[in-house]
């Protein structure tokens, strides 16, 4: 399992690297040699490294937020702040009511359960 994950930590340091200097994020290299690597693809990894793949999605999601959260700067944040903010919550707002209301017109169930459909969705 270890030689497995030290495997494909540097074949994805590698991938980062080259796709860096085409100009490419390396993150999106990274998560290629992951698919490459899966079961879907050429399905090199250990089955004991698939067993422990619910804890490493985990930590590679704690991962690219971090690396997208060290990017950010004071002065960025400032000039899109307010329109980062707006971006965040209002689509999600008028998805939720469009929801709710079309969704009696068109299925005829009660505005309560089509709220929480609403709010569902637009939660994903």
């Known amino acids: 399992m270890a030689l497995s994950l030290a495997e494909l930590i540097v074949v ?5 690297y080259i796709c860096r200097r085409w100009s490419i994020p ?10 490459a690597f899966g079961p879907q693809g050429l399905a090199w990894i250990s089955p ?8 490493l999605r985990m930590i590679a999601l704690i991962v ?5 959260g060290f990017e950010l700067s004071k002065d960025t ?9 707006l971006f965040s919550f ?5 998805e939720g009511i469009a929801i709710t209301f079309l ?8 505005y ?3 709220a929480i459909l609403g709010s569902v969705l637009a939660a994903v």
């Open 12 to 16: 994805s340091l590698q991938v980062d």
């Open 26 to 35: 390396g993150l999106a290299g990274m998560l290629l040699v992951g698919v």
């Open 48 to 55: 004991d490294l698939a067993a422990v793949s619910t804890d």
């Open 64 to 68: 690219i937020l971090l690396r997208a």
């Open 77 to 85: 944040l400032k000039k899109v702040g307010g329109r980062a903010l």
């Open 90 to 94: 209002v689509p999600a707002v008028f």
């Open 103 to 110: 969704g009696r017109w068109l299925l005829g169930l009660t």
């Open 112 to 114: 309560m359960e089509f």
